[in-house]
């Protein structure tokens, strides 16, 4: 069996870690965004983020829920659900000894599909386009939990 350092310095690894960090900072852009608009909306939850817009009474006109600030929520609710699996099955399926063109095509399209999932839940897209962006980055982390099951356990 490879080495840990050697698999850790292998293009497949390499390419994980760089598929990886490019989800996770979307996912944190997600904290941006929800942030953006609670305050363009001026929609808050916790009466201590109401303070800049005032006192008593008068802050608590904005201590309420707003669609635009929900749906992202819900999206990045979404992402949360979904990234940390591909981030725990992804590096164990990097780690797995995959083909680099297999990985890679794992990979991107995972990326691809977040990206599109969340491009398709802020804009609003018409279903089934967000329905089927979740599927397919669904299905490539059951593909590669496949690969990680099958090599380790011989299935």
Same mark, same amino acid.
Do not use: C
């Given at each position: 069996?490879?080495?840990? #350092?050697? =698999?850790?310095?292998?293009?497949?690894?390499?390419?994980?870690?760089?598929?990886?960090? $490019?989800?996770?900072?979307?996912?944190?852009?997600?904290?941006?965004?929800?942030?953006?608009?609670? $305050?363009?909306?001026?929609?808050?939850?916790?009466?201590?983020?109401?303070?800049?817009?005032?006192?008593?009474?008068?802050?608590?006109?904005?201590?309420?829920?707003?669609?635009?600030?929900?749906?992202?929520?819900?999206?990045?609710?979404?992402?949360?659900?979904?990234?940390?699996?591909? $981030?725990?099955?992804?590096?164990?399926? #990097?780690?797995?000894?995959?083909?680099?063109?297999? #990985?890679?095509?794992?990979?991107?399209?995972?990326?691809?599909?977040?990206?599109?999932?969340? $491009?398709?839940? =802020?804009?609003? =897209?018409?279903?089934?386009?967000?329905?089927?962006?979740?599927?397919?980055?669904? #299905?490539?982390?059951?593909?590669?939990?496949?690969?990680?099951?099958?090599?380790?356990?011989?299935?």
């Amino acid at each position: 069996m490879a080495e840990l #350092a050697q =698999l850790i310095d292998s293009e497949v690894f390499l390419a994980y870690a760089t598929y990886a960090t $490019i989800v996770l900072l979307k996912m944190m852009l997600m904290s941006v965004t929800t942030a953006f608009f609670r $305050i363009t909306r001026k929609a808050f939850s916790n009466p201590e983020d109401t303070a800049t817009f005032g006192k008593g009474e008068n802050a608590k006109k904005y201590l309420r829920t707003d669609p635009d600030v929900e749906r992202v929520r819900r999206g990045h609710l979404n992402d949360l659900e979904n990234i940390a699996p591909f $981030i725990g099955i992804g590096l164990l399926y #990097a780690l797995s000894g995959p083909a680099l063109s297999t #990985a890679l095509l794992h990979f991107r399209i995972f990326v691809g599909a977040r990206i599109f999932h969340t $491009i398709a839940y =802020l804009t609003p =897209l018409p279903q089934p386009s967000r329905a089927l962006s979740w599927a397919a980055g669904y #299905a490539v982390t059951i593909s590669m939990a496949y690969r990680v099951l099958r090599t380790g356990l011989y299935l």
